[in-house]
């Protein structure tokens, strides 16, 4: 309501200075403090900002994350939002963590970097491996978060609920915090890399990725396609050794309901300004608009006008 009434009041303005021009400003969902999405969401705001056009503005939102962002489009509560492919598709046709609200009438608009299950104890723990989790105390993102679903499907596989650990409900960077202080023996997050929790948890701490059992990781992404395998070097995060993580793609998503000529705005501030985005955000650097075309659910008639005039 309240951006309706400002979109009102610059509307008013803009007609008695004699131009069709009317602000709009959006809000982007991205997640909590600590990960990737609320940094990326600041950069896609600002190239909003600086070469949208036409009085789009954009703000960056903090929220719990990935599950929670389909919903707040679906509420009002904000314009346009990140998520991941996997959850893009179930919000889209109102399942799983979106059965109750039904379906979601969204459209992607672009793809932007992996995110990763960042699985990291103390480089002394004693944790190896996912099934070692068991009976311990786990950091896993704040509820609503991207985090949750990625494990609520991962923990059938390996025969284990939620239930056999003791989780921690908190951000990515009070996850990683408790790590280090000791108040868990493990922290997850499925965040972009290099994320900001875990670059500050090992200036002041060794760290080590945990991994799978032999055959696990196979399983996992035969059982959904959307996952895929990435290598994180040792030089990520400077730990003593490489890490195999399961992952999605993320995407940037917005109701179908939302102005195309708006999203098409959107969507040309980011793409055609890549080199900027890469300079202010590294995730950025893992970015390929030619990737957009082939994410899970259809685009967004915005996005699908910008495709076309290429």
């Given at each position: 309501m309240q951006t309706f009434v400002r979109q009102i009041i610059a509307s008013a303005a803009l007609a008695v200075l004699g131009t069709a021009t009317v602000a709009e400003e959006l809000r982007i969902g991205t997640a909590s403090l600590g990960g990737a999405f609320y940094?990326?969401?600041?950069?896609?705001?600002?190239?909003?900002?600086?070469?949208?056009?036409?009085?789009?503005?954009?703000?960056?939102?903090?929220?719990?994350g990935a599950v929670q962002n389909p919903n707040l489009i679906a509420n009002g509560e904000v314009e346009i939002a990140i998520t991941n492919?996997?959850?893009?598709?179930?919000?889209?046709?109102?399942?799983?963590?979106?059965?109750?609200?039904?379906?979601?009438?969204?459209?992607?608009?672009?793809?932007?970097?992996?995110?990763?299950?960042?699985?990291?104890?103390?480089?002394?723990?004693?944790?190896?491996?996912?099934?070692?989790?068991?009976?311990?105390?786990?950091?896993?993102?704040?509820?609503?978060?991207?985090?949750?679903?990625?494990?609520?499907?991962?923990?059938?596989?390996h025969e284990m609920t939620m239930d056999d650990i003791t989780p921690s409900f908190v951000s990515y960077a009070d996850g990683f915090s408790q790590l280090t202080d000791g108040t868990v023996d493990a922290s997850i997050a499925l965040s972009g890399y290099p994320a900001g929790a875990v670059m500050q948890a090992t200036a002041g701490a060794e760290l080590r990725f945990i991994g799978f059992s032999e055959g696990m990781m196979d399983k996992a992404v035969a059982a959904n396609k959307a996952y895929s395998a990435f290598?994180?070097?040792?030089?990520?995060?400077?730990?003593?050794?490489?890490?195999?993580?399961?992952?999605?793609?993320?995407?940037?998503?917005?109701?179908?309901?939302?102005?195309?000529?708006?999203?098409?705005?959107?969507?040309?501030?980011?793409?055609?300004?890549?080199?900027?985005?890469r300079a202010e955000n590294a995730n950025a650097r893992q970015i390929d608009p030619a990737m957009t075309p082939k994410l899970a659910i259809p685009l967004h008639a915005g996005t699908q006008a910008y495709f076309d005039s290429k």
């Open positions: 940094p990326m969401g600041q950069s896609i705001a600002n190239l909003v900002n600086s070469h949208a056009g036409n009085g789009i503005t954009m703000v960056p939102i903090v929220t719990a492919n996997t959850l893009a598709v179930l919000a889209l046709n109102g399942k799983g963590p979106f059965s109750a609200a039904g379906p979601i009438d969204i459209g992607a608009v672009a793809a932007l970097h992996p995110s990763v299950l960042h699985m990291m104890v103390l480089a002394n723990s004693d944790i190896q491996s996912f099934e070692d989790l068991r009976g311990k105390r786990v950091a896993v993102g704040p509820a609503g978060g991207g985090t949750l679903g990625l494990l609520n499907f991962l923990m059938p596989l290598e994180l070097g040792a030089d990520i995060y400077g730990t003593a050794e490489a890490g195999t993580l399961i992952g999605v793609n993320n995407m940037l998503i917005a109701p179908n309901s939302l102005d195309a000529a708006t999203v098409e705005a959107v969507t040309r501030a980011i793409f055609d300004n890549l080199e900027e985005f």
